[in-house]
């Protein structure tokens, strides 16, 4: 009975160190190389603790006996200076391999992958560049890189200080408004990777959620050329009538379809809003269902988020949902 | 027992009170309504006018509801975010009014009672305000007006809209901005009240 409690708890508890969002589920260098440098840390941790408990038990345990001759100081002596010089090894030891996995995190490839991470409240925006300056296209809480290639993030933030961190790929670096921090992250085996905003950033941080999808050269290359594209034309009558309410009405004020009138910036850019699995910041999958309750209730979805609740009609939301599913 | 011991008791007890306390009025805190009931929605909607446009009264069911708009933090912030969601800023500025008109200067040119204010910001007024009816739900157009009406407030209030993370000229909403700058000069000559103007 006992036997299986421990069992339950073990398999439990070591269940919660894989899946997609997990520092000890590595499948990245960066994040390899802190998983290699948090076991040694453990591990010599755990030793010293386990030889100090020993001693402090055989000291409480063993036989005294008072004696005060020379050869007794001698041993204590010895004793206490070997105890200092195992401690500034140890210490000095852990400190350069912390410093060489420190130095090795940040060394990026020249021909790396560049995309500006921008954190808002509450969700990521990630704008791929033609070249230096050219942007070439935007999406929103889903970063699409190559396999075996490295790719350097350039973390901005819009309002408040954010964290960036996809514990399975790299460590976390927070996002600070005003300047601009380099994070570098390369994946070793295609996969989605869970991301989480890190740093408290406001009612909505817990649903600032961001997915990491790492495919192989082709995979990735066509996924880049389908996002460069402008907006698929709606073919069914429906789709096309949301496309009319989407730019007539208000959202085309702060979302953007590339290849149609809507240019508003504040919100996600919602070009290729479809093929993207989640909506909301990891909040639902994007269905059309999803996408419909998010118009007609995004307050309570989200309660504090930027996106009034805009009245339509029940047609209109269903032209909507319709045109903004149909956006692959 | 000791007079150390009971003052000791004493001091643990006031402490476990305290903490309690602050648990109640956590837990008691203003509930918040995202959406209100439909019904409720429609009979906002059912406001009645002056015949010139100016001033008038609410329906029924806002004095039941307890007149949130005007008096509850919460829905003056979120009025404040539809200020600044729905370019009021553009026309108006931080209240002290652009090409639209000032609701700081202590004159509304339809009077400064909330079902105006609503009616403007619903239907329109001539010389420029557009009507915003089909851009915002009823409720939030009751929010925005109480943040303007509170942004041209006479007098304090213990009801205050978020803070402005940006720097601002004025003071907050609820500090009486308006009273403020009622006292800093003659007084200019204002124009009519109504829709002739």
């Given at each position: 009975m006992i036997k299986a409690l421990i069992i339950a708890v073990l398999v439990v508890s070591v269940a919660g160190?894989?899946?997609?969002?997990?520092?000890?589920?590595v499948h990245g260098q960066s994040a390899v190389a802190l998983k290699q440098l948090i076991v040694i840390m453990v591990i010599a941790c755990a030793i010293i603790w386990l030889l100090v408990s020993g001693f402090l038990v055989w000291a409480v345990a063993r036989r005294r006996e008072v004696r005060d001759d020379e050869v007794t100081k001698r041993k204590m002596t010895v004793g206490v200076q070997s105890a200092a010089i195992a401690t500034v090894i140890i210490v000095a030891g852990l400190t350069m391999i912390s410093f060489y996995t420190t130095r090795l995190?940040?060394?990026?490839?020249?021909?790396a992958v560049v995309v500006t991470v921008k954190g808002q409240q509450w969700w990521w925006q990630f704008v791929y560049k033609?070249?230096?300056?050219?942007?070439l296209f935007q999406t929103a809480n889903e970063l699409h890189i190559p396999v075996g290639r490295d790719v350097r993030l350039e973390l901005e933030s819009i309002d408040v200080i954010h964290s960036f961190w996809v514990p399975s790929l790299a460590g976390k670096l927070d996002l600070i408004p005003g300047r601009k921090n380099i994070l570098t992250m390369r994946a070793d085996r295609p996969g989605i990777y869970r991301g989480q905003?890190?740093?408290?950033?406001?009612?909505?941080h817990s649903h600032m959620a961001l997915m990491v999808i790492a495919e192989e050269k082709a995979d990735y290359e066509r996924w880049r050329m389908s996002q460069a594209a402008p907006a698929r034309e709606p073919t069914s009558d429906e789709a096309l009538a949301g496309k009319d309410v989407f730019t007539a009405r208000q959202c085309a004020a702060c979302h953007t379809i590339r290849g149609t009138p809507a240019v508003g910036t504040s919100?996600?850019?919602?070009?290729?809003?479809?093929?993207?699995?989640?909506?909301g910041a990891g909040l639902l999958e994007t269905t059309r269902g999803s996408l419909a309750a998010w118009i007609a209730d995004p307050q309570t979805l989200?309660?504090?988020?930027?996106m009034p609740l805009v009245p339509l009609t029940s047609d209109e939301l269903r032209q909507v949902s319709a045109y903004l599913e149909g956006l692959k | 027992m000791t007079s150390a011991k009971s003052v000791k008791l004493a001091v643990g007890l006031a402490g476990i009170c305290l903490f309690f306390i602050a648990v109640f009025i956590g837990w008691a805190r203003q509930p918040r309504q995202f959406r209100v009931d439909p019904p409720i929605a429609a009979a906002l909607e059912q406001f009645r006018l002056m015949p010139n446009a100016i001033s008038g009264t609410p329906a029924e069911v806002y004095f039941a509801m307890g007149k949130p708009y005007e008096s509850t933090a919460f829905d003056l912030s979120q009025g404040k975010r539809l200020y600044a969601w729905f370019g009021c800023?553009?026309?108006h500025g931080d209240g002290t009014g652009k090409t639209g008109p000032s609701?700081?200067?202590?004159?509304w040119l339809y009077g400064p009672s909330m079902v105006s204010i609503v009616a403007s910001i619903r239907d329109g007024r001539p010389h420029g305000m557009p009507a915003f009816k089909d851009e915002m739900t009823i409720d939030e157009i009751w929010q925005l007006a109480g943040y303007v009406k509170s942004v041209g407030a006479y007098s304090t209030s213990s009801k205050a809209p978020s803070r402005n993370d940006d720097k601002t000229d004025?003071?907050?909403?609820?500090?009486?901005p308006a009273a403020i700058l009622f006292n800093e000069g003659p007084v200019l000559p204002r124009p009519d009240q109504g829709p002739s103007r």
């Open positions: 160190c894989s899946g997609n969002q997990s520092a000890l589920d995190l940040n060394s990026a490839a020249d021909d033609q070249d230096q300056n050219q942007a905003c890190a740093e408290f950033c406001g009612l909505q919100g996600p850019d919602l070009t290729h809003v479809g093929a993207r699995q989640m909506i989200k309660p504090g988020n930027n | 800023s553009q026309c609701f700081l200067d202590g004159w004025r003071p907050a909403e609820n500090r009486a």
